[in-house]
Structures are given as C-alpha cells and as structure tokens.
C-alpha cells in the first residue's frame, strides 16, 4: 500500500509512505503529474472517485499507465482511493493485488 501525497509547489504526486513487499523500489518510482490526462493515475485523481481497476491489463487502460508503473509495479489489479476536499485531491491511497480481479472487496 502506498499513500501519495500532493506537493503543491511542483504539482506532483509523490509516494509518502509505502507498506508491504517491494517498498523501497515502489517509493523511489511511484510519482505522477496532477494535470496530465493521459496518465491515468492523473486522470483517476482528477475525477476524485474511488477506483478499482479490476484488470490493468486491459490494452485501453494499460496504454494509460505510466512507464514507471509499467517497468516497476506492473500489478494487473489495483485500487486508487483518493482523499479529496470535494474539489482538490491533495492525497491518495494505492493498494494493488497480483493477479487480475485478485481482491474480493
């Protein structure tokens, strides 16, 4: 699990805190802009909703993820829970699992 948080001054998203297996990589590459569409952490944290992304596999979806979650996560399920004022997201929960449709919720 990570908790990202958003550094206002340079608009990124960065990994705060990480817990589990693979921590000290994840920490080191887990990152994303605040205002970058076509990355779908962005756009995921840009709509505010909780999000289960059941198969990231999914050509659509995978074309959206950044390059670092590609070579360095590559996790076919994930959540994305981010922590809104109810118009900015200022941090986010990411948890994922390693096989597709892998968490029974």
Same mark, same amino acid.
């Given at each position: 699990?990570?908790? /990202?948080? *958003?550094?206002?001054?340079?608009?990124? #998203?960065?990994?705060?805190? /990480?817990?589990?297996?693979?921590?000290?990589?994840?920490? $080191? !590459?887990?990152?994303?802009?605040? +205002?970058?569409?076509?990355?779908?952490?962005?756009?995921?944290?840009? =709509?505010?909703? +909780?999000? *289960?992304?059941?198969?990231? %596999? /999914?050509?659509?979806?995978?074309? =959206?993820?950044?390059?670092?979650?590609? %070579? !360095? /996560? $590559?996790?076919?399920?994930?959540?994305?829970?981010?922590?809104?004022?109810?118009?900015? %997201?200022?941090?986010? *929960?990411? $948890?994922?699992?390693?096989?597709?449709?892998? #968490? =029974?919720?």
């Amino acid at each position: 699990m990570v908790l /990202v948080e *958003l550094e206002p001054a340079s608009g990124w #998203f960065l990994a705060r805190r /990480v817990w589990g297996e693979g921590g000290a990589s994840l920490s $080191a !590459h887990f990152r994303f802009a605040r +205002d970058d569409a076509a990355d779908a952490f962005s756009a995921l944290c840009a =709509k505010g909703a +909780d999000s *289960l992304i059941r198969d990231a %596999t /999914v050509p659509g979806l995978a074309a =959206k993820l950044p390059a670092w979650f590609r %070579t !360095h /996560v $590559a996790a076919p399920a994930f959540m994305l829970l981010p922590i809104s004022d109810g118009r900015h %997201t200022a941090a986010a *929960l990411y $948890a994922d699992h390693a096989q597709p449709d892998g #968490f =029974k919720l």
